[in-house]
T-cell receptor, first 113, second 112 residues
Framework: AQSVSQHNHHVILSEAASLELGCNYS??????LFWYVQYPGQHLQLLLK??????LVKGIKGFEAEFIKSKFSFNLRKPSVQWSDTAEYFC???????????FGAGTTVTVRA | DGGITQSPKYLFRKEGQNVTLSCEQN?????MYWYRQDPGQGLRLIYY???????QKGDIAEGYSVSREKKESFPLTVTSAQKNPTAFYLC???????????FGSGTRLTVV
């Protein structure tokens, strides 16, 4: 099973600050990459995904992520966070044609008003 | 609306008892999954099924069992052999890896 590492366990920042969450994976081949978000009391939702093409991927709610193949990374960014971005964020990875996702441990993001 | 329904939302079990968590989807997805979510550990795969009447163990299958008799349903049984069953359990489904998963709202199991 491949490993997915999220470097920050808990991030606290103020509204309008920029956010970057790190994600690295240990898998040598071509992968599909995902970021999920879990708002308090809600389902896990897909933020964005990458499987080929432009390595800069835009998702919902102003989030984007950049795939850097040489660094085995898929970092999530948002230029200016809002209080409503308070949530837990999970990076996930799967090889092509494999339905299974491996998830990172998650990063809790707290945005202070 | 299409989606995944997990029931119950909260479940309490006495030590030594088996308990079954329900997961139903009306998305016509072929694949279904069970994950366990613990604080600081993310989601860990318990079992998955890519087709009816077939399923495979995930990373932490010990103490759990599943069945897939219908495309729509993938119940998970937490047996008395599971040493630390108190957790949040998430069911998911997918039509293919390219689109990611759709998740249910989860069942929080507490062993008392």
């Amino acid at each position: 099973a491949q490993s997915v590492s999220q470097h920050n366990h808990h991030v606290i920042l103020s509204e309008a600050a920029s956010l970057e969450l790190g994600c690295n994976y240990s898998y040598g081949g071509t992968v599909n990459l995902f970021w999920y978000v879990q708002y308090p009391g809600q389902h896990l939702q897909l933020l964005l995904k990458y499987f080929s093409g432009d390595p800069l991927v835009k998702g919902i709610k102003g989030f984007e992520a950049e795939f850097i193949k040489s660094k085995f990374s898929f970092n999530l960014r948002k230029p200016s966070v809002q209080w409503s971005d308070t949530a837990e964020y999970f990076c996930a990875v799967s090889p092509p044609n494999d339905y299974k996702l491996s998830f990172g441990a998650g990063t809790t993001v707290t945005v202070r008003a | 609306d299409g989606g995944i329904t997990q029931s119950p939302k909260y479940l309490f079990r006495k030590e030594g008892q088996n308990v079954t968590l329900s997961c139903e989807q009306n998305l016509n997805h072929d694949a279904m999954y069970w994950y366990r979510q613990d604080p600081g550990q993310g989601l860990r795969l318990i079992y998955y099924s890519q087709i009816v009447n077939d399923f495979q163990k995930g990373d932490i299958a010990e103490g759990y069992s599943v069945s897939r008799e219908k495309k729509e349903s993938f119940p998970l049984t937490v047996t008395s052999a599971q040493k630390n069953p108190t957790a949040f359990y998430l069911c998911a489904s997918s039509s293919s890896g390219l689109y990611g998963y759709t998740f249910g709202s989860g069942t929080r199991l507490t062993v008392v």
